[in-house]
């Protein structure tokens, strides 16, 4: 059912549990030494424009706010409740990043000068402890250079924060951070959102590779996820290694995918090249992808939804930080760090529209996977197929693929529940399907 082509030789599979098995025999000859805690990594890809060799600005050419909902079909106006975002290390000039970025794109405005406030409407900022509580002496403003990875993360803080506000503007953002990158602080913060008033859905935009954690840590990661109350959701990631938490049965798994929008809102959406997916080495499949077992074999499988991520036909996003030597603080990006962002903010203007927001990741992922049974042409006004362009080994293709998942989740009515009173009317399978695998 699987093709690899290499040169002028084409080599077939038998299924999707033969890859699984050629990984696992590799995985057994690693000799992985843990010194310390997995360090988890954010999934944000920079534009040229932002490299270090080059004056960055704001980049015209790249996605607005008002572009990226007609995309995607969301409301103008959407959201409701609490988005939380999970990210690391305190990042100082967040509420007035913030407030710039929503100033420039006519956004709401956080009127609170104080970032702390449980009163704030629109923005709100928690320094927390390893273990999830607040932290009470939050880290005072400090003139050190800050190191490469701390900023990559303050930079993460960023796009995250400013793009959930720009596709859900009615939604309050809470933005929780870990004092370190470590899984289980993370974890622990994820935890956390939970706490807070009216959290449906929970966005991480990080990870690292399966084999990088101990069991102890995705233990305590799936005691997170699998609670009921909100929506976790994480990026696939965008170094093609396989990265938990995405990989979690519990979580949404967001690829990536290139877009582009002409002047007549015309829409070409492709691959990301560097989207990661495919088989998880840790989890089962669940039952929500029962119908991709022909493909997917006895493993859970990811991406399952996939927006744009390509930085070349990403997003300008804003950092006080940034402005210095000729730069004016603003930065082209991508990455799934992006795509999660947007579709975590999706799941909120779609449970805000509809009056009724999912109760868990596993009720929000059925949901989900129900637009396959659909008839062609109710499935096509919930999902956009994704079947051009490739990502390592893998290509896009009809129906669900290691790259994009089921492809890009249109309008409000994506993940809106259904009854099927009639199997041969609703439930529609291709025959011979095939996913076929290329080395690049």
Do not use: C
Request: zero cysteines; glycine letters at 8%.
């Amino acid at each position: 059912q699987f093709e690899r082509r290499s040169s002028r030789v084409l080599v077939h599979f038998s299924s999707f549990k033969g890859l699984f098995k050629m990984r696992v025999l590799g995985a057994v000859f690693l000799l992985v030494a843990l010194a310390s805690a997995t360090k988890i990594r954010p999934f944000l890809t920079l534009s040229a424009s932002s490299l270090p060799s080059q004056t960055g600005a704001h980049d015209p050419a790249l996605m607005n706010p008002a572009r990226l909902r007609a995309a995607y079909r969301i409301p103008e106006n959407g959201g409701a409740g609490t988005i939380a975002i999970i990210s690391a290390f305190h990042s100082q000039n967040a509420l007035s990043d913030f407030n710039k970025f929503s100033t420039f794109y006519q956004l709401p405005l956080e009127g609170s000068t104080h970032e702390e406030k449980s009163t704030n409407q629109v923005f709100q900022q928690i320094l927390l402890n390893a273990d999830g509580t607040e932290a009470v002496n939050p880290v005072p403003p400090s003139s050190e250079t800050i190191p490469l990875e701390r900023f990559q993360w303050l930079r993460e803080s960023a796009v995250d924060t400013q793009w959930a506000h720009a596709i859900a503007p009615k939604a309050k953002i809470l933005l929780l951070e870990a004092p370190t990158n470590d899984a289980l602080a993370l974890f622990n913060a994820a935890n956390a959102a939970l706490r807070y008033p009216n959290v449906k859905v929970v966005v991480m935009s990080w990870g690292a590779p399966e084999l990088d954690f101990t069991a102890d840590e995705l233990s305590a990661g799936e005691s997170v996820f699998n609670k009921s109350g909100a929506v976790f959701l994480a990026a696939s990631g965008d170094n093609l290694d396989i990265s938990y938490p995405s990989t979690s049965p519990n979580v949404v798994a967001v690829g990536g995918t290139t877009l582009f929008l002409n002047s007549k809102r015309k829409v070409q959406e492709s691959a990301f090249s560097l989207s990661t997916g495919g088989p998880s080495i840790k989890f089962d499949r669940p039952v929500y992808q029962n119908i991709l077992r022909d493909i997917a074999g006895s493993r859970r499988v990811v991406p399952d939804v996939a927006l744009v991520a390509n930085p070349y036909t990403g997003v300008n996003s804003y950092m006080k930080l940034l402005e210095q030597n000729g730069d004016d603080g603003w930065f082209g990006t991508g990455g799934t760090s992006l795509s999660v962002q947007i579709m975590g903010a999706m799941v909120n203007v779609a449970g805000a529209a509809r009056g009724q927001f999912a109760n868990s990741s596993m009720e929000e992922l059925i949901n989900i996977y129900r637009s396959m049974r659909l008839p062609v042409t109710a499935a096509k006004n919930r999902r956009r197929d994704i079947t051009f362009g490739f990502a390592g080994q893998y290509i896009a293709t009809e129906g669900w693929d290691p790259i994009t998942g089921l492809g890009a989740p249109l309008g409000v009515g994506f993940d809106s529940p259904f009854i099927r009173t009639n199997t041969s009317k609703h439930f529609h399978r291709r025959r011979n399907d095939k996913l076929s695998l290329f080395p690049f």
